[in-house]
């Protein structure tokens, strides 16, 4: 049994192999497939390109273009009222309107005499008011400055004081420094080279309200050192040789004297002056006010210990810009606020306080390079 089925496996083996070595036949090609009723016409192409348009245009351009026509001019004008313009400060308030104008598109002008003036500025003031600007920026150093703000108001000419402030005038609102910081922040500066000790005198002009906010502010800063005694406020009338008599005096008075501190750079350079003078420069400290450059470089010699700067190119930009927004973004607190008799926006836009010494006077230098040009 086992070898008849060992003889039909080996003839089925035998099969297999003689089929798989026997020549294939040549396949006979495929019959054509039927015609399909409806043949495509032809074989696909590439994309014809686009045909032109049938239609011309209806104008063919004349000319190549011309570069666009030039901004049309400023309409509205606005007017920055001051004093005291000779002063070096003020260069970069001037700088600052400047650019405030050519920010927003509009004309800016700066007027008021040179000088301490508050008669020439008053009339100043009311020069602008008879050119009917579309805002006043003014210094409001004195309380004279009121009733010729309430006549811009009502007149229709929205009034931002700026620097000093009278919040009881119809002003809209105060830009500038926070006057008492000013004292405050020169006064810890001064308290910690002194060592918390030693006689001061403060060099200001009494009687109006931005300095004697800032003569607060030092008084307000040494009543954190009980060794620190202010032993008289002297009055300069901004005026550096006033300054400087003043300085002499209060070194004859005082022979002790520690420091003097000062509300305004007039103050800062009659100090530095007169301790020069007596040859005690180093010996009694000085803080001025502002960054004028005289009193950089005297920073520099090291007669001026260090100043306090005001942030003020960028007060008098903020100054215009709020008159700006007044005039054309004012929020709809009512229907017609006008009507409603209402005022949005800020009423007080305070400025950054600074304190400049030997670390970063050049700064301050070259920028008053750039309020010139």
């Not at 004028?292 to 008098?316: C, F, K, P, R, Y």
Request: charged content about 15%; glycine content about 8%.
């Amino acid at each position: 049994m086992k070898k008849a089925s060992f003889r039909i496996l080996t003839a089925i083996v035998a099969v297999t192999l003689l089929a798989a070595c026997a020549p294939v036949a040549t396949p006979t090609q495929p019959a054509a497939p039927a015609v399909p009723t409806a043949a495509p016409t032809a074989a696909p192409t590439k994309p014809a390109a686009p045909a032109a348009p049938t239609v011309a245009p209806t104008a063919a351009p004349t000319a190549a273009p011309t570069k666009p026509a030039a901004p049309a001019a400023p309409t509205e004008t606005y007017i920055y009222v001051s004093s005291m313009g000779n002063l070096e400060f003020f260069n970069a308030h001037k700088y600052g309107w400047a650019w405030a104008g050519k920010a927003l598109g509009v004309n800016s002008k700066y007027v008021g005499p040179a000088e301490v003036d508050i008669n020439g500025e008053v009339a100043a003031f009311d020069q602008a008011i008879a050119e009917k600007p579309a805002g006043i920026a003014v210094f409001a150093w004195d309380p004279v400055l009121t009733p010729q703000i309430n006549k811009a108001w009502d007149a229709g000419i929205p009034v931002v004081t700026i620097l000093g402030d009278l919040p009881e005038s119809k002003r809209i609102a105060y830009v500038g420094s926070p006057q008492r910081d000013l004292g405050y922040v020169g006064g810890l500066q001064l308290a910690k080279v002194l060592g918390g000790k030693g006689k001061v005198v403060i060099l200001s002009i009494p009687g109006s309200q931005m300095f004697d906010d800032r003569a607060a502010g030092f008084v307000e800063a040494f009543k954190k050192y009980p060794d620190i005694q202010v032993v008289q406020t002297v009055d300069t009338k901004a005026d550096t040789v006033t300054a400087i008599n003043a300085a002499k005096s209060m070194l004859q008075r005082f022979p002790d004297l520690a420091a003097f501190v000062g509300t305004d750079s007039t103050a800062g350079i009659g100090a530095a002056t007169a301790v020069k003078e007596a040859g005690k420069a180093g010996q009694v400290k000085i803080v001025s006010m502002d960054r004028n450059s005289d009193v950089l470089q005297a920073i520099q010699e090291g007669t001026v210990t260090g100043s306090v700067a005001q942030d003020d190119a960028a007060m008098a930009f903020w100054a215009l810009q709020v008159l700006y927004n007044y005039k054309h973004h004012q929020a709809p607190l009512t229907a017609d606020n006008a009507k409603a008799g209402v005022i949005t926006g800020p009423s007080q836009v305070l400025m950054t306080v600074n304190w400049v010494d030997k670390n970063n006077l050049q700064y301050f230098l070259d920028a008053n390079k750039l309020y010139t040009q």
